[in-house]
């Protein structure tokens, strides 16, 4: 699966960098991220919340790092979900914000269907990368995930509020919104 999105942040792009570049830091605004760990030599091991409450784990690698515009990394070894990936600091046009890309391939376990399973029970990856990114600049912009009454919780509230991507309205849902 490929993915890709990108979000405008009002801050220098030497900021985001540095805090992106802090992998600890990604699980703060990553949805599915439980723990980023540096170990040596560029490496990392990451733990992540996977469909249907299951764990996955894996090692990766910076195989890209030019300070202040981007970072590339790959999983290495017997990864749960072998993965690749980069992200992309741009100076946006009105000379103070930056433009974060960010382009993801990942294996998903079952392929497409897979896919499909993980989609109609609320696991939506792009939508979630879009979230990650928006709540990215909420991040770095406010200091915080800004969070609702509706949702108090935040990343805890996915599974009380799954996501799925927009569908049209059911024959018996038009009935209700139907003017009589």
């Known amino acids: 699966m490929d993915l890709a999105a990108t979000t405008t942040i009002r801050k220098p792009r030497s900021e985001i960098y540095a805090f992106w570049h802090q992998l600890e830091n990604l699980p703060t605004f990553m949805a599915h991220l439980d723990d980023v760990r540096s170990t040596a030599g560029g490496r990392s091991h990451w733990t992540a919340t996977a469909p249907f409450g299951r764990t996955v784990e894996w090692d990766a690698e910076t195989d890209d790092d030019v300070p202040d515009e981007k970072i590339g990394w790959h999983s290495v070894g ?7 990936g980069k992200v992309f600091f741009v100076p946006a046009p009105d000379g ?8 993801m391939a990942y294996d998903i376990p079952g392929g497409a269907l897979g896919k499909a399973v993980a989609t109609y029970f609320g696991e939506e990856p792009c939508q979630q990368l879009d979230d990650d990114l928006r709540r990215l600049k909420q991040v770095l ?37 139907a003017p009589s």
């Not at 017997?78 to 690749?84: L, M, S, T």
């Not at 103070?96 to 382009?103: M, N, Q």
Request: aromatic share 4%; net charge negative.
């Open 96 to 103: 103070v914000s930056t433009e974060v890309h960010v382009v």
């Open 141 to 177: 912009e406010t200091g915080e995930v800004v969070r609702s009454d509706g949702a108090p919780y935040g990343k805890k509230a996915r599974a009380e509020f799954p996501q799925r991507a927009a569908q049209p309205l059911s024959p018996e849902e038009r009935k209700e919104v």
């Open 78 to 84: 017997e990864a749960d979900v072998p993965n690749r």
